[in-house]
């Protein structure tokens, strides 16, 4: 849940810096010669999928995000095509919004979603500020 004021503009940038940062995030992956293969693809702009349910009423908005995550949970990643993570925010009014993530377990554990969750709220704060995103690590996953 995020409540109160919101740039989509900021957020993207986030979650955009959070993908270009690690290679895991943009990987796809083959195989070749049976052996599986990681492809590292370029830092292109990573789009987070925006819904607006704001029409809704406030109670069949609560059941609608509870199936939605549920749904989103249970789609299967292809990930010979896709990469292992899905961002989507709801708009649920002008200052309420649920972000839903989608990691597949390739790409991190719960360990890393702290991780995942901190990288986005420092380069949602630096779009805000106008200061630079943080820097890709030095040792990628």
Same mark, same amino acid.
């Given at each position: 849940?995020?409540?109160?004021?919101?740039?989509?503009?900021?957020?993207?940038?986030?979650?955009?810096?959070?993908?270009?940062?690690?290679?895991?995030?943009?990987?796809?992956?083959?195989?070749?010669?049976?052996?599986?293969?990681?492809?590292?693809?370029?830092?292109?702009?990573?789009?987070?999928?925006?819904?607006?349910?704001?029409?809704?009423?406030?109670?069949?908005?609560?059941?609608?995000?509870?199936?939605? =995550? #549920? @749904?989103? *949970? &249970?789609?299967?990643?292809?990930?010979?095509?896709?990469?292992?993570?899905?961002?989507? %925010?709801? !708009?649920?009014?002008?200052? =309420? #919004? @649920?972000? *839903? &993530?989608?990691?597949?377990?390739?790409?991190?554990?719960?360990?890393?979603?702290?991780? %995942?969750? !901190?990288?986005?709220?420092?380069?949602? @704060?630096?779009?805000?500020?106008?200061?630079?995103?943080?820097?890709?690590?030095?040792?990628?996953?």
């Amino acid at each position: 849940r995020l409540d109160g004021p919101l740039s989509l503009v900021a957020l993207q940038a986030g979650v955009e810096g959070l993908v270009s940062r690690h290679e895991v995030l943009r990987s796809t992956y083959t195989y070749r010669d049976g052996e599986p293969r990681q492809q590292v693809h370029a830092a292109d702009a990573f789009v987070v999928d925006v819904q607006d349910w704001s029409d809704r009423d406030p109670e069949a908005q609560e059941e609608a995000l509870a199936a939605f =995550a #549920h @749904a989103a *949970v &249970l789609h299967p990643f292809d990930l010979q095509r896709e990469l292992p993570l899905r961002v989507t %925010l709801l !708009r649920l009014g002008p200052q =309420a #919004h @649920a972000l *839903v &993530l989608c990691l597949h377990h390739i790409a991190g554990d719960g360990w890393s979603v702290d991780v %995942l969750w !901190r990288e986005i709220e420092q380069g949602y @704060a630096a779009a805000m500020s106008g200061q630079a995103a943080p820097a890709a690590p030095a040792v990628q996953y």
